[in-house]
């Protein structure tokens, strides 16, 4: 079996490159979505031996994928993980095996405003992430298919919305995707965050983020060569979120519970990686979180591309 590294031995065994330039550029609104109950502190894991270079991955090798909008997509492999924490919040457990069987695209960062600008004039951010609501979202995936001359995936009735995971158009990741890509997917190495046991190393918090949001790709990438899956902006899911789903989510492709109800609160959708305004807790790759489609007019919340292999 493999052993585990730390975040240092990791970069320095796989010859990861360097922190990317710091670029300036303007802030967005406030950070949206909600917690069910507060986040618990990550376990502290100790560090292990120095492994041998035969067990160290390799160095993941961005599949640059030529559509509108310049978005470079990593090529993440199919397999199975534990999803899911044993010491983090309720909605977290149990922890169960999922299978991806389906080896997916997935974009190295979250949209940026200026790529956003092609659709909505009004995003006047740079390269800082854009925030909007899940149901622009989606249709902006949808814009974003036709446009490269894929099929899109999305039928928009609102509420109603559809997806055809078997399209070749852009979508959101399921939570499940989202989670086994944040973790580094078949090149996990099991960190907490996104990348690291050290949350300063991968992800804009509260604690390094000046209470403010950060353009992509200025701090490391995880085992697979992504950005920002921890703080930054939340991004969204395509599930839609119920609290205790995890004890009856399918071992393959789960893609979320069904919509129980058109209540207000049974219409939230997931969204994961935290945000620059929260906790240490808050970026954890388990983390989940969620809000209301339409909620953060003004604001909002992430989008990261996925499509399928």
């Known amino acids: 079996m493999a052993l585990r590294l730390s975040r240092r031995e990791f970069l320095t065994m796989a010859g990861a490159a360097a922190s990317a330039a710091v670029l300036g550029a303007c802030t967005p609104g406030a950070p949206t979505g909600g917690a069910e109950e507060p986040e618990a502190a990550p376990t502290a894991t100790p560090t292990p031996p120095p492994p041998t270079p035969t067990e160290v991955p390799p160095t993941p090798t961005p599949v640059v994928v030529g559509e509108p909008g310049g978005f470079d997509m990593v090529l993440v492999e199919a397999g199975s993980f534990e999803m899911g924490s044993a010491s983090g919040r309720s909605a977290e457990q149990p922890v169960h095996t999922v299978q991806i069987t389906a080896p997916f695209y997935i974009s190295k960062y979250e949209v940026t405003c200026?790529?956003?600008s092609d659709f909505r004039s009004d995003a006047a951010c740079g390269d800082l992430p854009v925030g909007v609501i899940w149901y622009d979202a989606v249709?902006?995936?949808?814009?974003?298919?036709?446009?490269?001359?894929?099929?899109?995936?999305?039928?928009?009735?609102?509420?109603?919305?559809?997806?055809?995971?078997?399209?070749?158009?852009?979508?959101l990741a399921t939570e499940a995707e989202w989670e086994?890509?944040?973790r580094g997917g078949n090149r996990s190495q099991g960190y907490v965050y996104a990348g690291s046991d050290d949350p300063a190393e991968v992800g804009w918090y509260a604690d390094n983020s000046?209470?403010?949001?950060h353009p992509v790709g200025q701090l490391e990438p995880n085992e697979l060569g992504l950005y920002d899956m921890s703080g930054n902006l939340m991004e969204w899911c395509w599930d839609w979120y119920t609290r205790d789903y995890y004890e009856e989510s399918p071992s393959s492709d789960p893609t979320g519970p069904k919509l129980a109800s058109t209540s207000y609160r049974d219409t939230i959708k997931v969204l994961r990686g935290g945000t620059f305004a929260g906790d240490a807790a808050g970026i954890r790759a388990t983390s989940r979180h969620?809000?209301?489609?339409?909620?953060?007019?003004?604001g909002g919340d992430a989008i990261r591309l996925v499509r399928t292999a």
């Not at 036709?146 to 039928?155: D, H, N, S, T, V």
């Not at 000046?210 to 949001?213: D, K, L, R, V, Y």
Request: net charge negative.
């Open 114 to 116: 200026e790529q956003y």
């Open 210 to 213: 000046g209470e403010q949001a």
């Open 290 to 298: 969620y809000a209301a489609p339409d909620y953060g007019e003004g």
């Open 180 to 182: 086994y890509a944040a």
């Open 139 to 171: 249709e902006y995936c949808n814009w974003l298919s036709e446009r490269a001359g894929l099929i899109p995936c999305y039928e928009l009735k609102r509420l109603g919305t559809k997806c055809d995971f078997t399209a070749t158009g852009y979508r």
